[in-house]
């Protein structure tokens, strides 16, 4: 939708062919014409992100409260995992007993023998890393675990097929029992040492670190916070994490989403994999989101003002600036295509010209983006205009009769639009009733 500014045209009472009409009469003026697209939108954060319990256990510690702030890095929570734990110790004690079991009975047999046991063991260590990674909500703590299993694989990779090596070249008589040996010893070892740091890695990631600085929120982003929501779904709008209410071990559930409770998970309470333990959002920034009509958005251009109302604070206005256009759409409100535009919110004023209320992420707003402005130019009442098969035009008075003058617009806004060529400042003209007037009448 086009908007503009308004001015003032004075106006008369006409009359056509001696009878009274509804016709009014003006001038043709000289200011600034404004056109703006209006949109809806909401505010946003700079960067928001949950983080979720990466397995089924307790919530052993819950070191920050609603609404504290954070630094990047700090721990949020502890969970006590006691399987994850149990891994770790047994990947340990295997460690320490790497490499002394000697020369396997049963000559090259006994060597493939034991190295196809030792695969199935790092094929197992692999295996349950990945899957204590996939349940991670933390990208970053994610993608370094991944990282870390990929690099571990590959080493064991390369030393299993070193010690399968070794035990063809014993076959052959082309290299001793020994070499065969220490290759094999090589390959255990790696793999125990492996299965350790990626099972210590899997316990590292029940400390729970803010992603981002921010403010404190207990549970998921959403009114329900047992819903599952993770930092994938807030940023990067896919599916991660499920769960949100799990059975307590010693009796009962504990609830996340009841009516009439409280959603954040307390301390000591149980927790499934993947439920949400806080949210930290980052509002040192605030922006806007605008989804701009398919027929308003080729006017948008980056770096355009506008102006913001919010329906949570009547009478304040806010200033933005267009910092992005979407290239895909999305579906529009009206059953169309719209695109989304994404802008810089600004600090408000009240109408009284006191500082506006600080907004908070998801608040619905009414943009007004400002998409062509013309200063000192020549204007008249959008009511002026009349089309008629394309062609626009004014009514104007010359010689004491209305005669049809042809006009070429610039800027159109909804009031008040810029006329290029056909008309100049200071002639009277027809601003309303046009339709009641016949090519020379008499106003």
């Not at 009409?21 to 056109?35: A, F």
């Not at 890095?73 to 490499?99: N, S, T, W």
């Not at 097929?161 to 001793?176: D, E, K």
């Not at 060529?421 to 002639?427: A, H, I, K, S, W």
């Amino acid at each position: 939708m086009a908007l503009a500014g308004v001015l003032v045209f004075s106006m008369t009472a006409a009359s056509c062919g001696g009878k009274t009409s509804s016709v009014s009469m003006g001038q043709v003026g000289r200011g600034t014409v404004d056109e703006v697209v209006e949109a809806p939108g909401s505010v946003t954060a700079r960067a928001a992100a949950t983080v979720s319990a990466p397995s089924s256990g307790t919530l052993e510690e819950l070191r920050v409260e609603a609404g504290q702030r954070v630094g990047k890095g700090q721990v949020l929570a502890v969970i006590d995992a006691p399987e994850l734990e149990q891994r770790r110790d047994d990947a340990e004690r295997a460690l320490q007993q790497a490499g002394s079991t000697g020369v396997p009975a049963g000559g090259t047999s006994g060597f493939t023998t034991v190295r196809k046991r030792t695969d199935k063991q790092a094929e197992k260590a692999f295996a349950d890393a990945r899957a204590a990674a996939a349940k991670i909500t933390d990208p970053n703590v994610k993608a370094a675990l991944v990282k870390q299993v990929d690099a571990a694989q590959q080493q064991y990779e390369a030393a299993s097929g070193a010690a399968a090596a070794a035990v063809r070249s014993v076959q052959r008589g082309v290299a001793s029992l020994g070499a065969a040996v220490s290759s094999l010893s090589k390959a255990q070892e790696l793999q125990a040492r492996q299965a350790f740091e990626l099972a210590d890695a899997a316990v590292d990631a029940l400390t729970l670190k803010a992603p981002v600085a921010g403010t404190v929120q207990l549970g998921g982003p959403g009114p329900a916070s047992g819903s599952g929501s993770s930092l994938s779904d807030l940023l990067n709008a896919a599916g991660g994490a499920t769960g949100g209410t799990g059975a307590d071990p010693a009796g009962g559930t504990t609830s996340t989403g009841s009516a009439g409770v409280d959603s954040a998970v307390p301390q000591g309470a149980f927790v499934a994999a993947g439920t949400p333990i806080a949210t930290v959002v980052d509002v040192s920034t605030l922006g806007l989101t605008a989804a701009v009509d398919e027929t308003d958005v080729l006017l948008v251009k980056t770096g355009a003002a506008a102006t913001v109302e919010l329906d949570a604070a009547e009478g304040a206005t806010y200033r933005a600036k267009v910092k992005a256009i979407d290239m895909l759409p999305t579906n529009s409100a009206r059953g169309g295509v719209s695109y989304q535009v994404r802008l810089d919110l600004s600090a408000g004023k009240n109408a009284d010209g006191t500082t506006a209320p600080t907004p908070r992420p998801g608040m619905s707003a009414v943009i007004h983006l400002q998409v062509r402005q013309a200063t000192d130019a020549v204007t008249v009442p959008a009511s002026a205009i009349v089309n008629t098969d394309g062609q626009n035009a004014v009514w104007a008075v010359r010689n004491g009769r209305y005669e049809r003058v042809p006009v070429t617009l610039g800027v159109q806004g909804e009031d008040v639009v810029q006329v290029t060529d056909g008309v100049q400042p200071g002639q009277s003209i027809a601003v309303s009733g046009t339709d009641q007037i016949t090519a020379g009448d008499k106003p």
